[in-house]
């Protein structure tokens, strides 16, 4: 099982985090920032394969927006997503069975047992959530009997974990 996050190129980085991607974590506000921002380096979207599946990471109502749109092959209804085709995102074959979400409360817990923070002291606690390759790593660590963390840097974020069961 291979698990990916934000720009995840593997083009020219194959010898060390290989080319596949089982499941890719993101939210709709983290994917389309790494398509900006690592346009330059080649990354135009999430990975599109087969054994893909897309894990989406709950932040805002967008998320729910966009994965309803993939599995209805629709165009999302509403914000900043408005029109927009998921299929762009996630390929023409992109299907319920593809389309995966961390429960919120998974969540909850990373922010409140697993990362404490000094920001859920201030008016921030609210929005305070930890980073994507976090959440897409201590979930490789929940599930997996073992985890190897293969990292490729960009801009120092975490961007790809093998997750052995």
């Known amino acids: 099982v291979f698990f990916r996050t934000n720009g995840a190129i593997t083009k020219g980085f194959e010898q060390d985090v290989g080319s596949r991607t089982t499941h890719y974590t ?6 389309r920032n790494s398509m900006r921002a690592y346009s ?11 054994e893909t599946r897309y894990v989406f ?9 966009l994965m309803k749109a993939a599995a209805t092959h629709t165009k999302v209804e509403t914000g900043p997503e408005r029109n927009k085709n998921p299929s762009d995102y996630f390929g ?13 409360d998974f969540i909850r817990y990373l922010r409140n047992r697993f990362l404490r923070s000094h920001t859920m002291q201030t008016k921030f606690r609210n929005i305070y ?30 961007q790809s974990v093998v997750c052995l069961l």
């Open 92 to 104: 023409a074959d992109v299907s319920a069975k593809k389309l995966k979400i961390y429960h919120p």
């Open 129 to 158: 959530r930890p980073s994507t390759g976090a959440v897409m790593l201590l979930a490789a660590l929940h599930t997996c009997d073992q985890v190897e963390f293969s990292v490729t840097l960009r801009n120092s974020h975490c």
């Open 26 to 31: 993101f939210s709709t506000n983290t994917m």
């Open 40 to 50: 330059g380096a080649g990354f135009r979207g999430p990975p599109k394969s087969s």
């Open 57 to 65: 990471l709950p932040d805002h109502g967008r998320d729910y927006l």
